[in-house]
């Protein structure tokens, strides 16, 4: 920033613009903070959901196996599956940024039918069912953690560039003009000093 004209007025603007800066780089910290403990705690969630998913997913085709071996291959039963498409989006906001809710109708899977199907095959269903639930929960999970952490690194660009920038800045310019503003109250001391004793 270019030095300011010391003069009062430009004085007092600046020390607006500081007291303003300040308050920004106060209010981004606290932002990057809470941005900080959600992201964490959706982290921690999302480890325990992928461990979930890795387990189910084992039962799930430990499940599809067993089926294959009584019934032959399952393809064909799967092709008949009704197509599930009853997943919503909506958001929510935390400090400004959107975060994803992602949720589906909570409907029990449709069984495949009672005649050329067994148990196996009933249970591989509710697995794999079992894995879309959890899997629509991941992603939610991981997109939010996404978006809080590209929301923490851009409020954490802007929170430096206040403290490192913005602020000394301003604070060398008013010491500048409150330097220059003393000075020429010296100047104008010593002149109606000079002033009197010659009157």
Known sequence: MA?????????????????????GFDLMDRKRNILIREMMGLIDRAAEIQGRIDSTFRQAYAALQAANITLG????????APL???????????MGVEIPRVTMADTPPAMLGFVFT????????????EVKRLTRELAEVETSI???AFAVRKTQKRANALQNIIIPDFTRNLAFITDALEEKEREEFVRMKVIKRKG
């Open 73 to 80: 291959n399952c393809e064909d039963l799967a092709k008949s």
């Open 146 to 148: 996404y978006r809080l």
């Open 3 to 23: 030095q300011a004209i010391p003069t009062k007025g430009n004085l007092l603007a600046l020390k607006r613009s500081m007291s303003l800066a300040q308050l």
């Open 118 to 129: 067994n148990s196996m095959l009933d249970e591989a269903t509710l697995q794999f069912a």
């Open 84 to 94: 599930d498409d009853s997943v919503e989006i909506r958001f929510r906001s935390v």
